[in-house]
């Protein structure tokens, strides 16, 4: 079956890095999505991944291991406004998102 | 875990034509039902909000008439394109939550489906 596998909750301290781990498990694979959502908004596209390695996007980055069925989303220079929840997607063969449940990114002063 | 459906997903038709897609909560009851579209690696867009029984809410810019919006039940909602014409061609993704009345519930996300019209 597809499956995409995260976090449910994380904490970290302003200021600092986090890194957001993501499996996945899909029918075939066109790229990896990791978007944003503050609560009670839409979600917003942070990072799309297809090739292995690392994509770099001012404080945040991505990265992806297609071998390793493997993605994580890390960010620095953590601020509060960075709290919110990370949403893991992977598209399969179809073009299909196969969505995570979402990790609950807490920031701490 | 908390599974949501779409059909179909995809869907190729004739300008000027209609559209249906639904959205099916499989394992719980969705109080809320989200439509939202995407364009390539863009952020999603919410078009609608619908709670069972009630009318959508419709965001600013999305024509109701041109997206009908439809929560029979608890279990699916069924977003149809009229009239569709090629700019409508995107990627429809909903998101059910049990509950209603807080914007912050926790939302699933379905697969999408992906229109072309031609």
């Known amino acids: 079956g597809q499956n995409i596998d995260q976090p449910t909750e994380m904490t970290a301290t302003e200021g600092a890095i986090v890194q957001i781990n993501c499996t996945y498990q899909?029918?075939?694979?066109?790229?990896l999505f990791w978007y944003q959502q503050h609560a009670g908004e839409a979600p917003t596209f942070l990072s799309y991944n297809v090739l292995d390695g690392l994509e770099e996007k001012g404080r945040f980055s991505s990265f992806l291991s297609r071998s390793k069925g493997y993605s994580y989303l890390l960010l620095k220079e953590l601020q509060m406004k960075d709290s919110a929840s990370y949403l893991c997607a992977g598209m399969d063969s179809n073009y299909q998102l196969i969505w995570g449940a979402g990790t609950k990114l807490i920031i701490k002063p | 875990g908390a599974v949501v459906s779409q059909h179909p997903s995809w869907v190729i038709c004739k300008s000027g034509t209609s559209v249906k897609i639904e959205c099916r909560s499989l394992?719980?009851?969705?109080?809320?039902m989200f439509w939202y579209r995407q364009f390539p690696k863009q952020s999603l867009m919410l078009m609608a909000t619908s709670n069972e029984g009630s009318k959508a809410t419709y965001e600013q810019g999305v024509e109701k008439d041109k997206f009908l919006i439809n929560h029979a039940s608890l279990t699916l909602s069924t977003l149809t394109v009229t009239s569709a014409h090629p700019e409508d061609s995107s990627f429809y993704i909903c998101s059910a939550s049990e509950f209603s009345g807080s914007s912050t519930d926790t939302q699933y996300f379905g697969p999408g489906t992906r229109l072309t019209v031609l």
């Open positions: 899909t029918s075939g694979f066109n790229g």
């Open positions: 394992d719980f009851q969705a109080t809320t």
